[in-house]
Nanobody
């Protein structure tokens, strides 16, 4: 059974940092690209960042470029999102998702809440 479990969310002040891990199990983690997606209250899903299976290629939404870093440790079956210089508008539930064979999001975690507030 595929499982994705996010953690690391919480309350942080503007300008602060958080690191979100996503622990993966039930599939060959090192064979699949992974993605972070977020959803603010009352809004739709926003793609944040994607990393390829080996970790050597990453892409970011413009609104997080230069502030967020996606990474993975294939030996630990864990995906990460390092978030720096957080802004009020980064407040959202953050989800990690496994990319399927046709680049679809085929499995999702339960999400972790990130709240940026002074």
């Amino acid at each position: 059974e595929v499982q994705l479990v996010e953690s690391g969310g919480g309350l942080v002040q503007p300008g602060g940092s958080l690191r979100l891990p996503c622990a993966a199990s039930g599939f060959t983690f090192s064979s699949y690209a992974m993605t972070w997606v977020r959803q603010a209250s009352g809004k739709g899903l926003e793609w944040v960042s994607t990393i390829n299976s080996g970790g050597g290629s990453t892409s970011y939404a413009d609104f997080v470029k230069g502030r967020f870093t996606i990474s993975r440790d294939n030996a630990k079956n864990t995906l990460y999102l390092q978030m720096n210089s957080l802004k009020l508008e980064d407040t959202a539930v953050y989800y990690c998702a496994k990319m399927g064979d046709w680049d679809e999001y085929d499995y999702w975690g339960q999400g972790t809440q990130v709240t940026v507030s002074s």
